[in-house]
């Protein structure tokens, strides 16, 4: 199963909400999707499944979504942690989408299984925490064993355990040769979650490459030097257009990730070296890097790896 979304667009009012959004989702791998506040992740999602009105199309395997039967074997998605009748119990909500879908209801128990919730299988989901709400939409989702996860923010309200066992899941159902398609906030988690990264800003693609090429490319990445003469080794780099920038009293930032180089040209200038430390950026460093234009708000110190 092949994903493609083709000139998607959404406007409210004056507003460009999302603007002409073409990528392709591949099987097998983890596609994580990013953007800042109001970046348009949540339309995009909505647009793709049919649940607004807008520009475009998205073709699974070369047909509409409506050309498929039944849906349920194509997509599970979940986009909301309370999309679900408060007074009806957990199981009963599971079995009327298992009904709607012709699914086995022996369907139901097993994904309130997988994902924790048999012991409060007959309460209702009216007083669950956001967590348990989130447990029973990819419940939900899951229950046709689709061939493509579509999820909006699942991670909210999850504990940390629970956050691993989602990411484990998640791989492990892109590893099956099913799509996984995924947005959060959680950059830390998406770093160890996602192989492949869409990010957008402004309802606009701004990158759609690989977690590993997408992290490379910020200059973030650098080489942290400790030397006895660190003016006179930036003197001597900027000759053949090597940039650093001062750290501290001893050191120097350079952006060059060949260390070898670095200390070969600290010898030939009697330099002394103390430390050479290769240090990579983080996904949060590479996010903020490329979308700190279109932040809502700008501060001092941010909330470490968030991105809402």
Not at 28 to 51: D, E, Q
Not at 61 to 72: A, I, Y
Not at 207 to 226: G, I, K, P, T, Y
């Amino acid at each position: 199963m092949t994903v493609e979304a083709i000139g998607l667009g959404k406007s409210y009012g004056t507003t460009r909400a999302v603007d002409d959004l073409s990528f392709t989702l591949e099987p097998g791998i983890v596609t994580g999707f990013l953007g800042p506040n109001g970046a348009g992740k949540s339309t995009t999602m909505r647009l793709m499944l049919g649940l607004d009105r807008g520009d475009g199309q998205t073709l699974w395997d070369g047909k509409k979504l409506t050309d498929h039967k039944p849906v349920s074997k194509v997509v599970g998605a979940h986009l909301d942690a309370k999309f679900f009748h408060p007074s009806r119990s957990a199981r009963n909500h599971l079995r009327l989408l298992a009904q709607e879908a012709a699914i086995p209801t022996s369907r139901v128990d097993e994904v309130m299984q997988l994902v924790g919730l048999a012991d409060v299988a007959k309460k209702g989901p009216g007083g669950f925490s956001l967590g348990m709400g989130q447990r029973l939409g990819l419940a939900g989702a899951l229950l046709a064993q689709p061939r493509v996860m579509l999820l909006d923010e699942p991670a909210n309200g999850l504990d940390p355990q629970s956050i691993q066992w989602l990411r484990d899941f998640l791989r492990h159902y892109a590893s099956l040769g099913n799509v996984v398609f995924v947005s959060s906030h959680l950059l830390s988690e998406m770093q160890l979650m996602a192989d492949h990264l869409l990010v957008i800003a402004k309802g606009r693609m701004v990158a759609n490459e690989s977690l590993a090429s997408f992290v490379a490319r910020s200059s973030s990445n650098d080489v942290l030097v400790r030397c006895s003469d660190p003016a006179r080794l930036a003197a001597a780099m900027a000759t053949v257009g090597v940039q650093s920038i001062p750290e501290g009293t001893d050191g120097l930032a350079v952006q060059l990730s060949n260390t070898d180089w670095i200390g070969d040209a600290a010898f030939k200038y009697g330099i002394t070296v103390y430390e050479l430390t290769k240090r990579t950026a983080s996904l949060e460093d590479a996010f903020l890097e490329l979308t700190s234009d279109d932040q809502q708000f700008q501060v001092g110190n941010r909330d470490r790896g968030m991105a809402s």
